[in-house]
Protein backbone atom coordinates (compact mmCIF):
# COMPACT_ATOMS: atom_id res chain seq x y z
CA UNK A 1 0.00 0.00 0.00
CA UNK A 2 2.94 2.55 1.10
CA UNK A 3 4.47 1.54 -2.23
CA UNK A 4 1.53 2.59 -4.43
CA UNK A 5 0.66 5.43 -2.35
CA UNK A 6 4.09 6.83 -3.55
CA UNK A 7 3.81 5.50 -6.63
CA UNK A 8 0.63 6.88 -7.28
CA UNK A 9 1.51 10.91 -5.67
CA UNK A 10 4.27 10.71 -8.24
CA UNK A 11 2.59 10.02 -11.10
CA UNK A 12 0.03 12.97 -10.81
CA UNK A 13 2.61 15.07 -8.32
CA UNK A 14 0.64 15.10 -5.54
CA UNK A 15 3.26 15.82 -2.98
CA UNK A 16 7.17 15.44 -2.71
CA UNK A 17 9.36 14.41 0.41
CA UNK A 18 9.84 18.37 1.47
CA UNK A 19 5.82 18.82 1.14
CA UNK A 20 3.96 20.42 4.58
CA UNK A 21 0.45 18.99 4.03
CA UNK A 22 -2.51 19.24 6.15
CA UNK A 23 -4.69 15.99 6.75
CA UNK A 24 -8.51 16.30 7.00
CA UNK A 25 -9.07 13.34 9.55
CA UNK A 26 -12.47 12.30 10.32
CA UNK A 27 -11.32 9.47 12.17
CA UNK A 28 -13.44 7.14 9.45
CA UNK A 29 -10.60 4.38 8.11
CA UNK A 30 -10.32 6.45 5.48
CA UNK A 31 -8.56 8.85 7.05
CA UNK A 32 -6.91 6.97 9.87
CA UNK A 33 -5.33 5.02 6.86
CA UNK A 34 -4.32 7.89 5.06
CA UNK A 35 -3.16 9.40 8.29
CA UNK A 36 -0.61 6.47 8.90
CA UNK A 37 0.71 6.39 5.15
CA UNK A 38 1.54 9.64 5.60
CA UNK A 39 3.34 9.54 8.89
CA UNK A 40 5.00 6.04 7.23
CA UNK A 41 6.00 8.12 4.30
CA UNK A 42 7.85 10.96 6.68
CA UNK A 43 6.05 13.43 5.06
CA UNK A 44 5.75 16.26 7.85
CA UNK A 45 2.18 17.05 8.35
CA UNK A 46 -0.33 18.17 10.18
CA UNK A 47 -4.30 17.11 11.23
CA UNK A 48 -7.32 19.06 10.95
CA UNK A 49 -10.65 17.49 12.10
CA UNK A 50 -14.09 18.93 11.63
CA UNK A 51 -16.95 17.98 14.05
CA UNK A 52 -20.17 19.26 12.26
CA UNK A 53 -22.63 18.81 15.75
CA UNK A 54 -24.60 16.26 13.84
CA UNK A 55 -24.40 13.55 15.54
CA UNK A 56 -24.36 14.54 19.36
CA UNK A 57 -22.13 12.50 21.57
CA UNK A 58 -20.91 10.67 18.60
CA UNK A 59 -19.65 13.19 17.00
CA UNK A 60 -17.47 14.31 20.17
CA UNK A 61 -16.66 11.17 20.44
CA UNK A 62 -14.99 11.38 16.67
CA UNK A 63 -13.19 14.55 17.69
CA UNK A 64 -11.61 13.37 21.31
CA UNK A 65 -10.20 10.21 19.02
CA UNK A 66 -8.67 12.06 16.49
CA UNK A 67 -7.19 14.87 18.83
CA UNK A 68 -5.65 11.73 21.07
CA UNK A 69 -4.00 9.94 17.86
CA UNK A 70 -2.76 13.55 17.22
CA UNK A 71 -1.52 13.73 21.01
CA UNK A 72 0.20 10.70 20.99
CA UNK A 73 2.05 10.63 17.82
CA UNK A 74 3.07 14.32 18.23
CA UNK A 75 1.57 15.59 15.34
CA UNK A 76 -0.12 19.62 15.18
CA UNK A 77 -3.57 19.55 15.55
CA UNK A 78 -6.81 21.53 14.36
CA UNK A 79 -10.41 21.20 15.22
CA UNK A 80 -13.45 23.31 14.73
CA UNK A 81 -16.94 22.69 16.06
CA UNK A 82 -19.29 23.90 12.96
CA UNK A 83 -23.42 24.69 13.63
CA UNK A 84 -24.01 22.72 10.10
CA UNK A 85 -28.15 22.57 11.05
CA UNK A 86 -28.07 26.22 11.21
CA UNK A 87 -25.89 27.42 8.38
CA UNK A 88 -27.64 24.88 5.99
CA UNK A 89 -31.02 26.56 7.15
CA UNK A 90 -29.94 30.13 6.68
CA UNK A 91 -28.23 29.41 3.44
CA UNK A 92 -31.25 27.08 2.00
CA UNK A 93 -28.83 24.30 0.96
CA UNK A 94 -28.94 20.68 2.02
CA UNK A 95 -27.16 19.52 5.13
CA UNK A 96 -24.38 17.50 3.19
CA UNK A 97 -23.74 21.07 1.19
CA UNK A 98 -23.17 23.17 4.24
CA UNK A 99 -20.78 20.28 5.68
CA UNK A 100 -18.82 20.89 2.65
CA UNK A 101 -18.73 24.71 2.02
CA UNK A 102 -18.03 24.93 5.62
CA UNK A 103 -15.08 22.16 5.43
CA UNK A 104 -13.48 23.46 2.43
CA UNK A 105 -13.66 27.21 3.44
CA UNK A 106 -12.37 26.42 6.93
CA UNK A 107 -9.59 23.72 5.29
CA UNK A 108 -8.67 26.89 2.89
CA UNK A 109 -8.08 29.12 5.72
CA UNK A 110 -5.71 27.25 7.50
CA UNK A 111 -3.73 26.16 4.50
CA UNK A 112 -3.16 30.08 4.04
CA UNK A 113 -2.23 31.15 7.15
CA UNK A 114 0.06 28.31 8.61
CA UNK A 115 1.83 28.18 5.36
CA UNK A 116 0.81 24.55 4.30
CA UNK A 117 1.08 23.34 0.76
CA UNK A 118 -1.85 21.67 0.33
CA UNK A 119 -5.02 19.74 2.35
CA UNK A 120 -5.28 16.22 1.76
CA UNK A 121 -8.62 14.62 1.79
CA UNK A 122 -9.42 10.76 1.79
CA UNK A 123 -12.08 10.33 -1.08
CA UNK A 124 -11.17 6.49 -2.32
CA UNK A 125 -11.77 4.85 -5.29
CA UNK A 126 -15.37 3.94 -4.15
CA UNK A 127 -16.20 7.24 -3.33
CA UNK A 128 -15.02 8.20 -6.76
CA UNK A 129 -16.78 5.81 -8.59
CA UNK A 130 -19.91 6.99 -6.64
CA UNK A 131 -19.80 10.43 -7.29
CA UNK A 132 -19.85 9.53 -11.12
CA UNK A 133 -23.08 7.20 -10.60
CA UNK A 134 -24.83 10.00 -8.69
CA UNK A 135 -23.98 12.72 -11.48
CA UNK A 136 -24.95 10.39 -13.89
CA UNK A 137 -28.26 9.83 -12.52
CA UNK A 138 -28.66 13.78 -11.78
CA UNK A 139 -28.63 13.93 -15.81
CA UNK A 140 -24.96 15.73 -15.68
CA UNK A 141 -22.90 17.13 -18.17
CA UNK A 142 -19.94 15.81 -19.42
CA UNK A 143 -17.72 17.74 -16.73
CA UNK A 144 -19.64 15.32 -13.98
CA UNK A 145 -18.85 12.24 -15.53
CA UNK A 146 -14.45 13.13 -15.37
CA UNK A 147 -14.26 11.98 -11.87
CA UNK A 148 -12.58 13.77 -9.01
CA UNK A 149 -10.03 15.70 -9.44
CA UNK A 150 -6.30 14.36 -8.15
CA UNK A 151 -5.51 17.83 -7.89
CA UNK A 152 -7.59 21.17 -6.91
CA UNK A 153 -5.75 23.77 -5.36
CA UNK A 154 -5.22 23.28 -2.45
CA UNK A 155 -6.79 20.22 -2.22
CA UNK A 156 -5.16 16.41 -3.26
CA UNK A 157 -7.19 13.08 -3.10
CA UNK A 158 -3.75 10.55 -2.29
CA UNK A 159 -5.94 7.69 -1.89
CA UNK A 160 -8.14 7.76 -5.43
CA UNK A 161 -5.51 4.56 -6.47
CA UNK A 162 -6.93 2.32 -3.36
CA UNK A 163 -10.37 0.66 -3.12
CA UNK A 164 -12.28 0.43 0.05
CA UNK A 165 -11.84 -3.10 0.17
CA UNK A 166 -8.04 -2.50 0.03
CA UNK A 167 -8.10 0.32 2.54
CA UNK A 168 -9.97 -2.25 4.91
CA UNK A 169 -7.65 -4.92 4.70
CA UNK A 170 -4.82 -2.61 5.47
CA UNK A 171 -6.02 -1.32 8.21
CA UNK A 172 -6.74 -4.76 9.74
CA UNK A 173 -3.39 -6.46 8.85
CA UNK A 174 -1.72 -2.73 10.30
CA UNK A 175 -4.07 -2.78 13.73
CA UNK A 176 -5.07 0.77 12.91
CA UNK A 177 -7.95 1.37 14.54
CA UNK A 178 -10.96 4.03 13.57
CA UNK A 179 -14.60 5.10 14.51
CA UNK A 180 -17.21 3.75 12.60
CA UNK A 181 -19.84 6.71 11.66
CA UNK A 182 -23.17 5.03 11.91
CA UNK A 183 -24.69 7.33 9.66
CA UNK A 184 -22.79 5.40 6.72
CA UNK A 185 -24.94 2.29 7.27
CA UNK A 186 -28.17 4.01 6.71
CA UNK A 187 -29.67 3.71 3.07
CA UNK A 188 -32.16 6.75 2.88
CA UNK A 189 -28.84 8.96 1.78
CA UNK A 190 -28.21 8.60 -2.28
CA UNK A 191 -24.36 8.01 -1.90
CA UNK A 192 -25.21 5.16 0.64
CA UNK A 193 -27.69 3.53 -1.49
CA UNK A 194 -25.35 3.33 -4.38
CA UNK A 195 -22.63 1.93 -2.21
CA UNK A 196 -25.09 -0.51 -0.64
CA UNK A 197 -27.50 -1.65 -2.98
CA UNK A 198 -26.33 -0.54 -6.64
CA UNK A 199 -22.49 -1.46 -6.56
CA UNK A 200 -22.95 -4.85 -5.19
CA UNK A 201 -25.23 -5.66 -8.08
CA UNK A 202 -23.18 -4.38 -10.26
CA UNK A 203 -20.49 -6.36 -9.17
CA UNK A 204 -22.13 -9.59 -10.14
CA UNK A 205 -22.11 -8.58 -13.35
CA UNK A 206 -18.58 -7.75 -13.91
CA UNK A 207 -16.69 -8.16 -10.47
CA UNK A 208 -14.13 -5.57 -11.49
CA UNK A 209 -16.58 -2.61 -12.00
CA UNK A 210 -14.83 -0.36 -10.28
CA UNK A 211 -11.72 -0.22 -12.38
CA UNK A 212 -14.13 -0.37 -15.68
CA UNK A 213 -15.94 2.57 -14.39
CA UNK A 214 -12.69 4.27 -13.53
CA UNK A 215 -11.54 3.83 -17.06
CA UNK A 216 -14.44 5.00 -18.33
CA UNK A 217 -13.68 7.89 -16.53
CA UNK A 218 -10.48 8.34 -17.59
CA UNK A 219 -11.79 8.68 -21.33
CA UNK A 220 -14.42 10.82 -20.58
CA UNK A 221 -11.67 13.24 -19.02
CA UNK A 222 -9.44 12.75 -21.83
CA UNK A 223 -12.72 13.94 -24.26
CA UNK A 224 -13.32 16.87 -22.02
CA UNK A 225 -9.80 18.19 -22.18
CA UNK A 226 -9.65 18.36 -25.98
CA UNK A 227 -13.05 19.75 -25.94
CA UNK A 228 -12.47 22.61 -23.58
CA UNK A 229 -9.53 23.16 -25.62
CA UNK A 230 -11.82 23.83 -28.52
CA UNK A 231 -14.23 25.88 -26.23
CA UNK A 232 -11.29 28.36 -25.15
CA UNK A 233 -10.43 28.95 -28.59
CA UNK A 234 -14.19 29.77 -29.72
CA UNK A 235 -14.46 32.07 -26.37
CA UNK A 236 -11.42 33.99 -27.60
CA UNK A 237 -13.12 34.41 -30.83
CA UNK A 238 -16.31 35.78 -30.20
CA UNK A 239 -16.28 36.13 -26.00
CA UNK A 240 -15.30 39.89 -25.16
CA UNK A 241 -14.39 40.78 -21.99
CA UNK A 242 -16.53 44.22 -21.18
CA UNK A 243 -18.32 45.51 -18.24
CA UNK A 244 -16.94 43.64 -15.70
CA UNK A 245 -17.43 40.29 -17.78
CA UNK A 246 -17.87 39.38 -21.20
CA UNK A 247 -20.44 40.69 -24.42
CA UNK A 248 -21.19 37.94 -27.37
CA UNK A 249 -22.78 38.93 -30.51
CA UNK A 250 -25.98 36.47 -30.55
CA UNK A 251 -25.58 35.96 -34.48
CA UNK A 252 -22.20 34.74 -33.97
CA UNK A 253 -23.98 31.94 -30.89
CA UNK A 254 -26.12 30.84 -33.36
CA UNK A 255 -24.05 30.61 -35.99
CA UNK A 256 -22.38 27.72 -34.20
CA UNK A 257 -23.07 24.09 -35.21
CA UNK A 258 -24.21 21.96 -33.11
CA UNK A 259 -25.69 24.48 -31.42
CA UNK A 260 -27.49 23.59 -28.80
CA UNK A 261 -24.44 21.42 -27.58
CA UNK A 262 -22.49 24.78 -28.14
CA UNK A 263 -24.79 26.78 -26.08
CA UNK A 264 -24.49 24.38 -23.04
CA UNK A 265 -21.08 24.13 -23.40
CA UNK A 266 -20.36 27.66 -23.71
CA UNK A 267 -22.17 29.04 -20.88
CA UNK A 268 -21.81 26.25 -18.19
CA UNK A 269 -18.78 28.17 -17.74
CA UNK A 270 -21.28 30.96 -16.39
CA UNK A 271 -23.36 28.70 -13.66
CA UNK A 272 -26.24 27.43 -16.10
CA UNK A 273 -27.20 24.13 -15.42
CA UNK A 274 -28.30 21.52 -18.14
CA UNK A 275 -31.73 21.86 -17.32
CA UNK A 276 -31.46 25.56 -17.66
CA UNK A 277 -29.85 25.47 -21.32
CA UNK A 278 -33.28 26.14 -23.40
CA UNK A 279 -33.53 29.24 -21.35
CA UNK A 280 -30.45 31.20 -22.63
CA UNK A 281 -31.58 29.49 -26.08
CA UNK A 282 -35.34 31.16 -26.03
CA UNK A 283 -33.02 34.24 -24.23
CA UNK A 284 -30.99 34.63 -27.54
CA UNK A 285 -34.35 35.28 -29.55
CA UNK A 286 -36.01 37.52 -26.87
CA UNK A 287 -36.60 41.75 -26.92
CA UNK A 288 -34.19 43.66 -25.84
CA UNK A 289 -34.34 43.83 -21.89
CA UNK A 290 -34.73 40.27 -21.01
CA UNK A 291 -32.38 38.50 -18.85
CA UNK A 292 -32.19 35.17 -16.48
CA UNK A 293 -29.70 34.25 -13.51
CA UNK A 294 -27.92 31.24 -13.58
CA UNK A 295 -26.10 30.07 -10.37
CA UNK A 296 -23.65 32.79 -10.79
CA UNK A 297 -24.08 35.05 -13.32
CA UNK A 298 -26.51 37.34 -15.14
CA UNK A 299 -27.51 36.93 -19.00
CA UNK A 300 -29.19 40.39 -20.21
CA UNK A 301 -30.31 40.47 -24.24
CA UNK A 302 -29.31 43.74 -25.04
CA UNK A 303 -29.46 44.71 -28.65
CA UNK A 304 -27.69 41.77 -30.41
CA UNK A 305 -25.80 41.05 -27.74
CA UNK A 306 -25.50 38.97 -25.00
CA UNK A 307 -24.14 40.82 -21.62
CA UNK A 308 -22.60 38.21 -18.87
CA UNK A 309 -21.82 39.93 -15.35
CA UNK A 310 -21.53 38.21 -12.30
CA UNK A 311 -24.28 38.14 -9.43
CA UNK A 312 -23.48 39.80 -6.77
CA UNK A 313 -24.14 39.00 -3.06
CA UNK A 314 -26.20 42.09 -2.60
CA UNK A 315 -28.11 45.19 -4.43
CA UNK A 316 -27.66 48.35 -4.51
CA UNK A 317 -29.93 50.63 -2.79
CA UNK A 318 -30.23 53.02 -4.96
CA UNK A 319 -30.11 52.88 -9.23
CA UNK A 320 -29.46 56.23 -10.67
CA UNK A 321 -30.36 56.31 -14.41
CA UNK A 322 -29.59 59.10 -16.89
CA UNK A 323 -30.47 57.08 -20.06
CA UNK A 324 -32.86 54.64 -21.41
CA UNK A 325 -30.03 52.64 -22.29
CA UNK A 326 -28.92 52.53 -18.80
CA UNK A 327 -32.38 50.91 -17.59
CA UNK A 328 -32.27 48.41 -20.27
CA UNK A 329 -29.40 47.00 -19.17
CA UNK A 330 -29.34 46.97 -15.11
CA UNK A 331 -31.51 43.98 -14.82
CA UNK A 332 -34.30 45.40 -12.83
CA UNK A 333 -36.80 45.12 -15.43
CA UNK A 334 -37.69 41.79 -17.43
CA UNK A 335 -39.19 43.61 -19.81
CA UNK A 336 -38.46 47.06 -21.36
CA UNK A 337 -39.80 48.67 -24.78
CA UNK A 338 -40.94 52.12 -26.67
CA UNK A 339 -44.35 51.62 -28.31
CA UNK A 340 -46.82 53.98 -29.94
CA UNK A 341 -50.26 54.04 -28.41
CA UNK A 342 -53.17 51.94 -30.24
CA UNK A 343 -56.76 51.01 -29.96
CA UNK A 344 -55.20 47.99 -27.66
CA UNK A 345 -56.09 47.84 -24.33
CA UNK A 346 -53.08 48.66 -21.55
CA UNK A 347 -51.54 45.52 -19.57
CA UNK A 348 -53.89 45.81 -16.36
CA UNK A 349 -51.10 43.88 -14.32
CA UNK A 350 -49.59 45.80 -11.75
CA UNK A 351 -46.62 44.19 -12.46
CA UNK A 352 -46.14 46.14 -15.72
CA UNK A 353 -46.26 50.08 -16.14
CA UNK A 354 -47.31 52.01 -18.97
CA UNK A 355 -46.17 55.39 -19.02
CA UNK A 356 -46.36 58.34 -21.20
CA UNK A 357 -42.40 58.76 -22.24
CA UNK A 358 -42.45 62.17 -22.98
CA UNK A 359 -43.57 63.02 -19.24
CA UNK A 360 -40.44 61.39 -17.90
CA UNK A 361 -37.49 63.45 -17.27
CA UNK A 362 -33.86 61.83 -16.27
CA UNK A 363 -32.34 61.35 -14.00
CA UNK A 364 -34.66 58.49 -13.34
CA UNK A 365 -33.83 56.77 -10.05
CA UNK A 366 -35.33 53.65 -7.95
CA UNK A 367 -34.93 53.01 -4.75
CA UNK A 368 -36.85 51.75 -1.92
CA UNK A 369 -39.73 53.84 -0.35
CA UNK A 370 -39.27 55.88 2.55
CA UNK A 371 -41.39 57.65 5.17
CA UNK A 372 -43.45 60.74 3.89
CA UNK A 373 -43.02 59.69 0.04
CA UNK A 374 -45.95 60.90 -1.45
CA UNK A 375 -47.80 60.12 -5.07
CA UNK A 376 -50.82 60.27 -7.00
CA UNK A 377 -51.95 56.52 -7.21
CA UNK A 378 -53.30 56.01 -11.12
CA UNK A 379 -57.71 56.93 -10.86
CA UNK A 380 -56.87 59.39 -8.44
CA UNK A 381 -56.33 63.52 -8.49
CA UNK A 382 -55.13 63.83 -4.94
CA UNK A 383 -51.68 62.82 -3.15
CA UNK A 384 -51.50 60.20 -0.87
CA UNK A 385 -48.82 58.55 0.97
CA UNK A 386 -46.89 55.69 0.15
CA UNK A 387 -47.15 54.25 3.74
CA UNK A 388 -50.95 54.67 3.57
CA UNK A 389 -51.38 53.48 0.12
CA UNK A 390 -49.60 49.84 1.05
CA UNK A 391 -51.33 49.55 4.45
CA UNK A 392 -54.77 50.30 2.57
CA UNK A 393 -53.34 47.39 0.26
CA UNK A 394 -52.74 45.29 3.17
CA UNK A 395 -49.05 44.60 1.76
CA UNK A 396 -47.43 42.14 4.44
CA UNK A 397 -44.84 43.86 6.42
CA UNK A 398 -42.10 41.75 5.07
CA UNK A 399 -43.03 42.40 1.34
CA UNK A 400 -43.25 46.45 2.36
CA UNK A 401 -40.01 46.34 2.96
CA UNK A 402 -38.77 45.24 -0.01
CA UNK A 403 -41.13 48.00 -2.11
CA UNK A 404 -39.03 49.88 -4.73
CA UNK A 405 -40.19 53.34 -5.93
CA UNK A 406 -39.35 54.31 -9.43
CA UNK A 407 -39.35 58.49 -9.31
CA UNK A 408 -39.09 61.12 -12.28
CA UNK A 409 -36.61 63.70 -11.00
CA UNK A 410 -38.32 64.03 -7.60
CA UNK A 411 -41.37 62.66 -8.66
CA UNK A 412 -42.63 58.94 -8.06
CA UNK A 413 -43.52 57.70 -11.50
CA UNK A 414 -44.40 53.87 -9.84
CA UNK A 415 -44.63 52.47 -6.95
CA UNK A 416 -43.34 49.01 -8.74
CA UNK A 417 -45.15 46.12 -8.53
CA UNK A 418 -48.61 48.18 -7.71
CA UNK A 419 -49.77 51.02 -9.31
CA UNK A 420 -48.07 54.00 -11.23
CA UNK A 421 -48.61 57.74 -10.60
CA UNK A 422 -51.92 59.06 -12.32
CA UNK A 423 -49.74 61.70 -13.43
CA UNK A 424 -47.64 59.47 -15.78
CA UNK A 425 -50.91 57.66 -17.01
CA UNK A 426 -50.58 56.89 -21.00
CA UNK A 427 -53.67 59.74 -22.53
CA UNK A 428 -54.91 60.62 -26.17
CA UNK A 429 -52.42 62.99 -26.25
CA UNK A 430 -49.20 60.73 -25.78
CA UNK A 431 -47.29 60.43 -28.45
CA UNK A 432 -44.62 57.53 -27.33
CA UNK A 433 -45.23 55.06 -24.16
CA UNK A 434 -42.23 52.99 -22.01
CA UNK A 435 -43.37 49.79 -21.48
CA UNK A 436 -41.97 48.19 -18.08
CA UNK A 437 -42.91 44.86 -16.40
CA UNK A 438 -40.84 43.70 -13.44
Known sequence: MLKSFWDFAEKERLFSNNSRLLLAVSGGV???????????????????HCNFSLRGDESDGDEEFVAEYARVNNIPFFSMRFDTLGFAASKKISVQMAARE???????????REGFDAVAVAHNLNDNVETFLINLLRGTGLSGLTGMDRRHDPVIRP???????????????????YREDSSNSEVKYTRNRIRHNVIPEMEKVNPAVLNAITDTMKHLSSASGIID?????????????ARGGFEVDINALTSLKPF??????????????PKQTDEVVSLLGSQTGKYIYTSTHRLLNDRGRIIITEKTGEEPAVYVFSSLDEMRISGIYT???IAEPSGDPLPVTPLTASLDL?????????????PGDRFMPLGMKQMKKISDFLIDLKVPVTAKEKVLLMLSGQEVIWVMGYRIDDRFRVTNKTLKMLVLTV
Open 159 to 177: LLFASRAEILAFASSNGIE
Open 260 to 273: VPHIYELFRRFGIS
Open 30 to 48: DSMVMARLFRDAGIKHSIA
Open 102 to 112: LRYEWFGTIVR
Open 229 to 241: AYLDRVMEDIFIP
Open 335 to 337: DMH
Open 358 to 370: DRITFPVTVRHWE
